[in-house]
Nanobody, 117 residues
């Protein structure tokens, strides 16, 4: 089992910045991908960004150029720095952990990001 704990969400004005953090603990295989999805009620869940250990980050077009995903491998932590936030970025952001060595993917509880206009 892998446990994920997110932090860093909140309320911010349009144009502002937030940094989300997600710490993984438990059976965290060294070969893995960590990333962030976001969910808005009534809309399809969107993959925002992810990064395979040592790989090239992926970003959704909607956040490309405004967001940076990074990892601290020593701390089993993934970060999502979001800049120039827009009201349409408002969502619940969920961290996830996946490994080809594990049959399950794991999810955090989600953190709310609200961007006011």
């Amino acid at each position: 089992q892998v446990q994920l704990v997110e932090s860093g969400g909140g309320l911010v004005q349009a144009g502002g910045s937030l940094r989300l953090s997600c710490v993984a603990s438990g059976r965290t295989f060294s070969v893995n991908t960590m990333g962030w999805y976001r969910q808005v009620p009534g809309k399809q869940r969107e993959l925002v960004a992810n990064i395979h250990n040592g790989g090239t980050p992926y970003y959704a077009e909607s956040v490309k150029g405004r967001s940076t995903i990074s990892r601290d491998y020593a701390k089993n932590t993934v970060y999502l720095q979001m800049n120039s936030l827009k009201p349409e970025d408002t969502a619940v952001y969920c961290c996830y952990f996946a490994s080809p060595l594990d049959t399950k993917n794991y999810w955090g509880q989600g953190t709310q990001v609200t961007v006011s206009s």
